[in-house]
């Protein structure tokens, strides 16, 4: 992709491309969003009646971008960005009581976003592969932002970042509301497209069209390397 020119809404159709971004490793962080094991986990679809099978189907595009796109290339990236000591930060949806009774409204809403993840149990953590080493901070978050309701700010504010590389899902949900949060807060963000997923591709390309050059800049991995030359 041409993060210049790709995911331009109407808002920015014939806009100058933007400038070259410099990004100083002391002032930037990588922030995986929400890749935990509860969205991640699959019923036997055997067991299941036709019209659960048909919704069991209607995720396998996510699951297959997880695994084979998302996941290894933000395990990757955490690799490299540990190689050049630059900050690594996670932020996963989880409650601190067992009933779920502090979780923001959205979170206690019926329906898919309905979900009670009490912070120690199992399907409340970041996947094996994305889980954070050493002294690397995890926020536990009852919003969909990872700046509201946490002390993300103060955090990144205390160790000096102003730049904050996005990964994670769902990108029209807790990447977006993140991803605002943050610019509103005059951080300067990025969204790597290629770590990133929403329920289906259509959503995902959307959201990133809404988000690309008012809230963040959308660019791919790769592009992202080549700009702070990581190799």
Known sequence: MNWKTDYRSIYYDGAPEPEDLVLKPEETALLVIDIQNTYLQRSDRDSLSDEEKSRFD??????????????????????????????CLFARIACHTADGRDRS??????GWNNLLLPKNDQPSQMVDTLAPQGDEICVTKTTDSALTGTNLR???????????????I???QCISSTVRSLADESFSVIVLEDCCAAGSLELHEKELEILNMIYCHVMSSAELKVMMGLN
């Open 105 to 110: 409204l959205s979170q206690k809403m019926p």
């Open 170 to 172: 769902f990108t029209d």
């Open 154 to 168: 103060l955090i990144l504010n205390n160790i000096g970042i102003k730049n904050v590389i996005c990964c994670g």
């Open 58 to 87: 209607a995720w396998n595009p996510f699951h297959e971008r997880m695994h084979q796109q998302v996941i290894p290339r933000t395990q990757g990236l955490l690799n490299l960005f540990r190689s050049h000591d630059i900050e």
